[in-house]
């Protein structure tokens, strides 16, 4: 009987501890302003079928932050100063593959993509510091290319920063856009 006693105690104890942990309320961070997003080239290499063999030669992952009114290059991104390409963390670009981006071949990894925007042209800048917050600890000593791209002026806005690619003959071109500014280049594998 004592035993009996004692285990329905434990029991007891038990039951209670499980409550209070499921009881606990858990704090989650808000959702992000700038939220992040991926895109891979071909557009459609992460949803592949079964039967579809298309596999991923590059991939960029990105924070997309909002116009929401503001004056976006030349003022809240100031000319001349470089700029994470996006929000948040700095964006990554992986290629499966070696390419090569205005000449120079740059092996398979992953790499940090920063942009000095300015009025009318880019410089596009492909660096091997990864895992940082923005461009606060840009290192140029860690530059894979830098490459001067020229500024396209949009009719129509861009809300969100956005990142694509279109095909090319022997690779693809990646094209960036937000508010009225586009700037692209070409990414041949």
Not at 96 to 108: M, Q, R, S
Not at 173 to 187: G, H, M, R
Request: glycine share 4%; net charge positive; with cysteine.
């Amino acid at each position: 009987m004592r035993n009996v006693l004692i285990l329905v105690l434990a029991l007891l104890c038990f039951s209670v501890n499980a409550q209070e942990t499921t009881n606990t309320e858990v704090k989650f961070a808000a959702a992000d302003p700038s939220p992040a997003d991926i895109v891979y080239y071909p557009l459609n290499a992460a949803k592949v079928k079964t039967d579809d063999a298309t596999k991923p030669v590059i991939k960029v992952v990105y924070s997309r932050p909002q116009k929401k009114g503001r004056d976006i290059f030349g003022v809240l991104e100031q000319y001349g100063k470089v700029w994470r390409f996006g929000a948040n963390e700095s964006t990554e670009i992986r290629f499966y593959d070696k390419v090569t981006i205005g000449g120079k071949k740059i092996k398979a990894g992953i790499y940090c993509l920063f942009a000095i925007p300015n009025k009318d042209t880019w410089t596009i800048i492909i660096n091997k510091q990864t895992d940082r917050w923005g461009a606060f600890t840009y290192d140029e000593s860690k530059d894979v290319i830098r490459l001067n791209v020229p500024v396209k002026t949009l009719v129509k806005p861009v809300e969100y920063f956005s990142v694509t690619f279109t095909p090319l003959d022997k690779g693809a071109t990646l094209i960036a856009a937000w508010d009225k500014i586009q700037v692209e280049f070409p990414i041949t594998f």
